[in-house]
């Protein structure tokens, strides 16, 4: 690392030939703010608010929801806060809300547990709108969309959230609401998703399980778990192309966000922000810096023709160290 980590908290993530992409945090706990902070995060890109959720011992109320997501918003204000709604099931789940599956992560989780108990989904969001009241630095994101009816359905809830809390006298804008994109289906509606949606995120942790068909917590395959995998280097292109063609930002909230050679290919896809934990965040920014736009064009447009994902990563790592 050429500059100190210290110093590079107010530097922004700029590369040598001026192209800027904003690093933004992933966050579930207050905890985290402060290390988002510490390193100069320029917002949040995904909060997971499940993780409140986990240390209680019952569903926290509409009140004490609103209190903790209050926290994080004002933690960060102006910056935006982009607040997931609660994505429970395949390996997260409630002590008190257990839901026992033969395949959990095929089952019921994120949006589909959500839509079932709108009472649940409606109670958090307008938690989070209330919370933004003031502030409206609120991004809302919706996870493990699978099809243009949850959308829908889920729009139409946050909407009527909205009417409910404006009704209740809250003074609030209605926030960008938007789809993350983790399961191979929305890959391929990404467009008509974009249409409807203000913003898509990429799940790259779950997307590259459901493409590879390779549990991302099973050990006995984790060799196999490889988010260079040409076939997900390919559908996060495509992504980002069609987000684009509808005239939305896409973002990438996966742990390969945080990996810096990683990174430099998702800049060159034309991601307009990456989000990752606060941690890889000083490294991802000081490589960022270190290469210009062109070189990682063109490093994506090579590694784009390889079809073996430890060449790939060997490339990377080549291309990395001939920086220094
Ligand atoms: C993802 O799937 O990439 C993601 C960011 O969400 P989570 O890791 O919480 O499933
Ligand atoms: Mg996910």
């Given amino acids: 690392l050429s500059e100190g980590l210290d110093g590079l908290r107010e530097l922004p ?3 040598t030939d001026g192209y800027r992409v904003p690093l933004w945090v992933n966050t579930g706990l207050l905890a985290d703010v402060v290390r988002a902070q510490e390193r100069g995060a320029e917002g949040v890109g995904l909060y997971r608010t499940e993780v409140p959720f986990m240390i209680k011992e019952r569903f926290p109320s509409e009140k004490e929801q609103l209190a903790i997501y209050r926290e994080q918003l004002q933690a960060f204000h102006p910056l935006p806060v982009t ?5 429970i099931g395949g390996d997260k789940s409630l002590s008190y809300f257990p839901i026992k599956e ?17 009472e649940i989904f409606l109670v958090q969001v307008r ?3 209330k919370a933004s009241e003031g502030l409206n630095n609120l991004r809302i994101l919706l996870p493990m969309i699978s099809g243009l009816q949850e959308l829908e359905e889920a729009l139409r809830l946050i909407h009527r959230a909205f009417a409910e809390v404006l009704d209740e006298g809250t003074d609030v804008q209605m ?7 983790e399961v191979p289906a929305a890959v391929y509606l990404t467009r008509e998703l974009a249409r409807q949606a ?24 984790a060799a196999l778990y490889d988010y260079l995998h040409p076939a997900v280097l390919e559908a996060l292109q495509r992504v980002v192309n069609e987000a684009h063609t ?5 973002s990438i909230c996966g742990e390969m966000a945080g990996d ?3 990174a430099m290919l998702l800049m060159a896809m034309g991601f307009d922000s990456l989000s990752m934990n606060a941690t890889n965040l000083p490294k991802v920014k000081s490589l960022l810096r270190q290469v210009s736009l062109q070189d990682s064009r063109e490093l994506l447009a090579r590694v784009q023709q390889l079809d073996n994902p430890k060449i790939i990563q060997s490339t990377l790592q080549l291309s990395l160290r001939n920086l220094g």
């Fill in 83 to 87: 607040m997931r709604t609660l994505d």
């Fill in 13 to 15: 993530c700029e590369t």
């Fill in 260 to 262: 810096p050679g990683a």
């Fill in 198 to 221: 203000d913003f898509i995120s990429v799940g790259s942790n779950d997307l590259t399980q459901y493409l590879l068909a390779v549990d991302r917590n099973n050990p006995r395959v």
């Fill in 127 to 129: 938690a989070m709108l």
């Fill in 102 to 118: 033969e395949n959990p992560f095929l089952g019921w989780r994120g949006i589909r547990v959500t839509l079932d108990h709108p």
């Fill in 175 to 181: 926030p960008p609401v938007g789809v993350m994109i």
């Fill in 246 to 250: 509808e005239g939305k930002p896409v």
